[in-house]
């Protein structure tokens, strides 16, 4: 009685009350809502309804651990964990991760391995399919997920580019031809399709790798990717920090505008959905910690960095302990605070190898 008349309450409610109520809702009780009845599946499966559920849902940081995926929402606190596939289980490491509309591009693989492979993920869903390349993968590959805004925003895209300088660092049969003539000095690009799965070249997209900080990973916004990079700029004669992207609609990389100088640790992340933060810090000093935040990208006037928040006072956190762990993953809050989900060692005692601890900081400014 008390199902029949719950089930009979929620169906006299206004289509656009309970529609308000589902958007409000995580991933996973939707997906436990499709069954319910015919009309809450068509909304929940609907691009409209997806898109805007989307477009609502707060961030959250995802982290995968040896058999573990943990999925933490930053302000609530709250962490859900599930089985990591076992395809990404080890003896190889997920190293890259790019976010998407709730995919996941994944690099699976190790410069001490034989083998890179590519996937996209969807964590909730938890479906996984791989990518075949069009000839290889490579740890020194760089990658980056989007779509065309002018068309369908399933119909996603995924972006490789590399150099050939690095293939002495991994002579494989695997990878290689020998009688394939390289170019060390030009970066080659590709695009994948997801609906037709296959590859296609790019000949007239151009970019120069060295340009990319390696330790700053590339994030995807409205579809398109950026990056944070450097280069030697000849009208100002010096080095300057700037915004590399690639719009997905034109198939070209564009420099988008200068960034704050570098600072040691640079992180970028989405803004509010349609700009750019830039996290920086210095691993040496850990104070300050700077957060800058752009104009709005897809904006009519130039983009523009400007500083939101400097924290500064001496028993800062550094966010990045050492190399051979996960990049920390970070989200600005209200009221001008940094939420950030690291990891680090943790010296206690005698221990020879020491445990590593995850962490989770949030600072305001006030420190």
């Not at 490789?160 to 003539?181: A, C, I, S, V, W």
């Not at 409205?222 to 997905?248: C, P, T, V």
Request: charged share 30%; net charge negative.
């Amino acid at each position: 009685m008390a199902s029949s008349k719950r089930s009979w309450t929620l169906s006299s409610l206004p289509p656009e009350i309970i529609e308000e109520i589902l958007y409000r809702a995580p991933p996973e009780s939707l997906l436990r809502s499709k069954p319910t009845c015919k009309q809450w599946h068509a909304l929940i499966a609907s691009r409209r309804f997806i898109y805007e559920h989307l477009r609502r849902s707060p961030q959250r940081f995802i982290r995968t651990d040896e058999t573990v995926v943990q999925i933490m929402d930053p302000v609530t606190r709250r962490r859900s964990d599930s089985p990591l596939p076992k395809e990404l289980q080890r003896p190889y490491d997920v190293n890259v991760m790019i976010h998407c509309d709730g995919l996941m591009l994944c690099m699976r693989g190790h410069f001490q391995y034989r083998k890179t492979n590519l996937a996209l993920w969807n964590p909730v869903l938890r479906e996984l399919r791989w990518i075949k390349p069009s000839k290889c993968f490579t740890p020194s590959d760089y990658y980056g997920i989007g779509y065309d805004i002018n068309k369908s925003r399933y119909d996603y895209k995924i972006l490789r580019f590399y150099e050939r300088r690095y293939d002495h660092y991994m002579r494989h049969d695997d990878y290689y031809d020998e009688d394939e003539d390289e170019d060390d000095d030009e970066a080659e690009v590709e695009i994948y399709e997801c609906k037709t799965r296959s590859w296609r070249t790019l000949g007239d997209a151009k970019v120069d790798c060295r340009d990319v900080d390696i330790t700053c990973k590339g994030v995807s916004v409205m579809g398109n990717m950026y990056w944070f990079a450097q280069k030697y700029w000849e009208a100002e004669k010096k080095h300057r920090s700037y915004i590399l992207a690639f719009d997905f609609s034109a198939e070209t990389f564009k420099d988008v505008c200068f960034a704050p100088p570098s600072r040691g640790d640079n992180y970028l992340a989405c803004f509010d959905g349609d700009r750019l933060s830039l996290l920086q810090q210095d691993q040496e000093t850990t104070s300050p910690v700077e957060v800058w935040v752009s104009s709005k990208l897809a904006g009519d006037g130039d983009v523009l960095f400007s500083k939101y928040f400097s924290v500064s006072r001496p028993d800062l956190p550094a966010l990045l302990f050492h190399t051979d762990m996960a990049h920390p993953v970070y989200c600005v809050g209200k009221h001008k605070r940094v939420m950030a989900w690291c990891e680090g060692d943790v010296y206690d005692g005698d221990d020879k190898i020491p445990p590593t601890c995850v962490i989770f900081y949030e600072i305001d400014e006030g420190g």
